[in-house]
């Protein structure tokens, strides 16, 4: 069974830089597209980032592109997501998804595992 777990969420203030981990577990990713979503209480989950296991391809929304990179460590099976420049918008809870396959998805129903989420808060 496939397990992510979030981490590295808290408040900031606008401009800063954060860091957001997730800790996968239970299979082998070779083959997947593991992913960063956000969702903001009462909004539809959107589509941050995402990156092939194998390869490293990488696909961003607009909204994050050029001050996010999403990254992942196979030695340690985690992803990660160093958001830089954040401002109040990217307010939001992040989770982490994974799908068994290397389509670059961007829409929440296409992956099969989900972590719990890590809020992320930034003050003006």
Request: hydrophobic share 35%; net charge positive.
């Amino acid at each position: 069974q496939v397990q992510l777990v979030e981490s590295g969420g808290g408040l900031v203030q606008a401009g800063d830089s954060l860091r957001l981990s997730c800790a996968a577990s239970g299979r082998p990713f070779s083959g997947y597209t593991l992913a960063w979503f956000r969702q903001v209480l009462g909004k539809e989950r959107e589509f941050v980032a995402a990156i092939r296991w194998n390869g490293g391809s990488t696909f961003y929304a607009d909204s994050v592109k050029g001050r996010f990179t999403i990254s992942r460590d196979k030695a340690k099976n985690a992803l990660n997501l160093q958001m830089n420049s954040l401002t109040p918008e990217d307010t939001a809870v992040y989770y982490c998804a994974a799908m068994g396959t290397i389509r670059m998805a961007t829409t929440p129903n296409d992956y099969d595992y989900w972590g719990r989420g890590t809020q992320v808060t930034v003050s003006s």
